[in-house]
């Protein structure tokens, strides 16, 4: 696991210090800070073979990526996000939406977006690569800065998986790289539910989730149990 973390930084620092590790974990973007308090904020990085998982805790903060940015600078992933604390304000593709504790969004880096936290916030990123999430949610970039409710039967599982695999994968990368493939299965389930009126008789997925759940159920008590497992 990579971390960064602007504690002890002097006010000029910490803006430039943010941003780079910002960019350079996610993609090129432009960062605005709040005057009324000073800013700080962490971020724990965690590779799961093509995909990034990761966790930022920060003061409020506005991100924008423009359309000059991402004609230099066209990365193409999408980022799936995770409110834990507080609430984002998202806008993209003439959509906007809030989310708060509990909720998914989505963002397409190939186009504009804007991002606001107004307040301290906690939040779990998965960076995806573009080809990975299209294959299984075609309709992906349609639904970007859309709100998916985290009482959802498949978005509660997708919030489970988000948040057990970040605090059990800590630097095994070869179990990040098992688990990513289902991982990102479960996200596009929880998008596809909500969307796209998800048939759970027929879907691929609908039974991928049912034999994650009966597998946790089954073996959750076992000491050796852990979320490769699933």
Same mark, same amino acid.
């Given at each position: 696991m990579q971390s960064y973390s602007t504690t002890g930084l002097t006010r000029r620092d910490c803006s430039a210090f943010w941003m780079d590790a910002v960019c350079r974990t996610y993609t090129p973007v432009a960062c605005a800070f709040g005057d009324d308090v000073p800013f700080q904020a962490s971020l724990d990085v965690s590779t799961l073979g093509r995909a990034e998982l990761t966790r930022v805790v920060s003061t409020p903060v506005r991100y924008e990526r423009?359309?000059?940015?991402?004609?230099?600078?066209? %990365?193409?992933? !999408?980022?799936? @996000? $995770?409110?834990?604390?507080? =609430?984002? %304000?998202?806008?993209?593709?003439?959509?906007?939406? /809030?989310?708060?504790? #509990?909720?998914?969004? +989505?963002?397409?880096?190939?186009?504009? !977006? %804007?991002?606001?936290?107004?307040?301290? !916030? =906690?939040?779990? %990123? $998965?960076?995806?690569?573009?080809?990975? $999430?299209?294959?299984?949610?075609?309709?992906?970039?349609?639904? @970007?800065?859309?709100?998916?409710?985290?009482? #959802? /039967? !498949?978005?509660? +599982?997708?919030t489970i998986m988000l948040q057990s695999t970040l605090e059990l994968i800590s630097g095994d990368r070869a179990s990040g790289r098992r688990v990513a493939p289902s991982l990102i299965d479960l996200i596009g389930l929880a998008f596809d539910e909500c969307f796209n009126t998800l048939d759970q008789d027929n879907a691929r997925y609908a039974r991928i989730v049912a034999r994650a759940q009966d597998t946790i159920r089954a073996r959750l008590l076992e000491p050796d149990f852990d979320i490769a497992t699933v």
């Amino acid at each position: 696991m990579q971390s960064y973390s602007t504690t002890g930084l002097t006010r000029r620092d910490c803006s430039a210090f943010w941003m780079d590790a910002v960019c350079r974990t996610y993609t090129p973007v432009a960062c605005a800070f709040g005057d009324d308090v000073p800013f700080q904020a962490s971020l724990d990085v965690s590779t799961l073979g093509r995909a990034e998982l990761t966790r930022v805790v920060s003061t409020p903060v506005r991100y924008e990526r423009t359309r000059d940015v991402i004609r230099k600078d066209d %990365h193409g992933d !999408y980022v799936v @996000s $995770l409110v834990k604390r507080g =609430e984002m %304000h998202v806008r993209q593709n003439e959509r906007a939406t /809030r989310i708060e504790a #509990g909720d998914l969004c +989505l963002f397409d880096t190939s186009q504009p !977006y %804007h991002l606001n936290c107004p307040d301290r !916030y =906690e939040a779990i %990123h $998965l960076k995806i690569a573009r080809h990975e $999430l299209d294959r299984r949610l075609p309709a992906a970039e349609n639904v @970007s800065a859309m709100r998916v409710a985290g009482d #959802g /039967r !498949y978005a509660r +599982l997708a919030t489970i998986m988000l948040q057990s695999t970040l605090e059990l994968i800590s630097g095994d990368r070869a179990s990040g790289r098992r688990v990513a493939p289902s991982l990102i299965d479960l996200i596009g389930l929880a998008f596809d539910e909500c969307f796209n009126t998800l048939d759970q008789d027929n879907a691929r997925y609908a039974r991928i989730v049912a034999r994650a759940q009966d597998t946790i159920r089954a073996r959750l008590l076992e000491p050796d149990f852990d979320i490769a497992t699933v």
